[in-house]
């Protein structure tokens, strides 16, 4: 059973009132809200135990040019000392978006013999490989970021083996995304009058599944709502901030009836943006912006209407759930397979709030 560790802005929330072109196919649905907080995780405590001193803790992060993943293996870092790990114990690797590279990394950490590894996969399909290499040194495995397989992750608990997962279900960002459109109503989205969402999509890395979902669960959100849509352009931008540019540009001079933009992540909705700006397009006047991510810039946007709504993808939860986990199975307390959290919808309600507590 998937056991899910709070959100940490569930609080400041509260107090502030608080991805294709073909028909998306049936899926499980994304969970429609987040489930109150729990408090089951059974996380170590942040107190610095001295025994963690001498462990070692090696981290394989995908790409460091990520802006997502520079935030989550920043925080993943600093929450290590403060339960008690050394500074030089922690190695953290850059994977430079290259499987073969990553590989080799993995391989150094288990020559070095580390107690536990922490890893964000350049390619997710790359899992079995992975985990079968760092099982037989004997050393626990806890992904971050991007999931592996259903049948993998089987894999893991037929067998017992001491592997997890930490993460969100990408199903329900983009599902996220689609709503932030819906709440709008199609009167407000429907610019050119044709009674449909004319949208371009900009996906991330296709090896991701996040990718894959945010794609389909955005646009199934639409069609769930009985909204009627236009895929008028969808291209693959890698997560990268030039190529959502780059895309956007070409794509809103071949249609310029496009209403809506989605981008699977904020780095590409920031270079969409520019592109929407240098085409003479206002956002929340002529056409609508979304990304996910909550990076502090997209935030700012939300606020001043730049942008029409993101989806925090919340790093903060996920890098200590990954750093609770790799504890447990150092100190033998053990996990479940699948340690999730949630998603938060932001738009110019909340976006001040999240914005905040980030700082």
Request: net charge negative.
């Amino acid at each position: 059973m998937k056991k899910f560790f709070g959100i940490l802005l569930a609080t400041v929330i509260a107090a502030s009132t608080l991805a294709g072109c073909a028909a998306p196919a049936a899926a499980p649905a994304a969970p429609a809200a987040a489930p109150a907080a729990s408090a089951e995780a059974a996380a170590p405590e942040a107190s610095g135990d001295a025994s963690l001193a001498d462990k070692k803790v090696g981290v394989c992060i995908y790409q460091f040019a990520d802006n997502f993943m520079t935030l989550f293996r920043t925080e993943l870092e600093s929450y290590l000392i403060s339960l008690g790990f050394s500074k030089e114990n922690i190695t953290i690797t850059d994977g430079a978006n290259d499987q073969a590279t990553q590989t080799n990394q993995i391989q150094n950490f288990i020559t070095q013999g580390v107690d536990v590894l922490i890893i964000n996969p350049v390619n997710s399909s790359s899992a079995a490989t992975i985990t079968d290499m760092v099982l037989e040194a004997g050393i626990p495995l806890v992904y971050i970021n991007r999931e592996p397989d259903a049948d993998e992750e089987k894999r893991w608990a037929d067998n017992n083996w001491d592997v997890t997962y930490v993460g969100c279900d990408a199903r329900q960002s983009g599902t996220m995304q689609g709503e932030i459109i819906v709440d709008l109503g199609l009167d407000a989205v429907d610019f050119n009058g044709n009674g449909k969402v004319d949208y371009i999509m900009i996906e991330g890395d296709p090896e991701n599944v996040d990718a894959k979902y945010r794609t389909e669960f955005s646009i199934k959100a639409l069609t769930d709502a009985g909204l009627e849509v236009a895929c008028l352009d969808d291209q693959v931008g890698m997560w990268q901030q030039s190529e959502g540019e780059r895309l956007v540009t070409n794509a809103l001079g071949a249609h310029p009836e496009t209403e809506v933009v989605f981008c699977n992540n904020d780095a590409m909705a920031l270079g969409a943006l520019q592109a929407i700006q240098a085409a003479g397009r206002k956002v929340g006047e002529d056409i609508y912006l979304v990304g996910v991510d909550a990076l502090t810039e997209a935030c700012e946007f939300v606020i001043s209407g730049e942008m029409t709504g993101t989806v925090f993808n919340d790093h903060i939860a996920q890098s200590h759930g990954a750093a609770d986990a790799a504890v447990n199975y150092i100190t033998g307390a053990g996990n479940e397979h699948y340690i999730g959290c949630d998603y938060v919808k932001v738009t110019s309600e909340n976006a001040q709030a999240i914005l905040d507590s980030l700082k």
